[in-house]
């Protein structure tokens, strides 16, 4: 693996080690892209090439952070396509994130998932509020389209719209989807938070 390798930990089961592709930008870059990653050999390296298209098309310089705990050939398809890799131990989502952090380059951050289940090619809207001031951005799956199957009909047309209906009224916000995976935020707002994982 090509690698500007940093390590932490102590014990093999902890250690933290980063991988920057040569393709990589590692200078003025705005928009970080973070997803974790299990065994996503099949569709990452399609998810790399969204991330660029998108970034391309945000007109943005952007990271495209895989944090990943694979056993499968996923590090390498990363690489491969330009991304850069985290490698952390299987610890869950949130400890993903907690790792990651040191990592992001950007001023602004998207998170999703790295099975395609969210277009990264429509960065635009992403990037359009980040430039007009917003702290947080959500995605909407019920804003473009949902693919036959992909949402169960009791979450599509019962959980989803209600819990969302809820937290609107509770947070005085105007989501239509406080489900969506595909989220962002600025590097500020994540600097706030007390992130923790249980």
């Known amino acids: 693996m090509p690698n500007d390798v940093q390590t932490t930990g102590t014990a093999a089961r902890s250690v933290i080690e980063h991988f920057v592709s040569g393709n990589a930008s590692l200078s003025n870059v705005e928009l970080s892209i973070v997803v974790p990653a299990l065994n996503e050999e099949i569709t990452v390296g399609e998810l790399i090439e969204w991330c660029k298209e ?33 490698r952390t131990p299987k610890r869950g989502l949130g400890r993903a994130y907690i790792d990651a952090i040191p ?27 980040f430039r007009k001031g917003a702290e947080f951005v959500m995605g909407s799956r019920f804003r473009g389209s949902i693919e036959k199957g992909a949402m169960p009909g009791l979450h599509r047309y019962l959980g989803t719209p209600f819990t969302t209906w809820i937290l609107n009224r509770i947070y005085h916000s105007n989501y239509s989807d406080i489900h969506c995976g595909m989220r962002g935020l600025t590097r500020a707002a994540l600097e706030k938070i007390d992130l923790k994982s249980g």
């Open 103 to 129: 990592y992001i380059r950007g001023k602004w951050i998207v998170m999703g998932d790295a099975d395609l289940t969210y277009d990264f090619r429509e960065l635009t809207p992403f990037v359009e509020e």
């Open 54 to 86: 998108g970034l391309e098309n945000a007109g943005v310089v952007g990271q495209v952070l895989i944090i990943d705990s694979s056993t499968d050939d996923t590090a390498k398809i990363v690489l491969e396509h330009g991304g850069e890799v985290l």
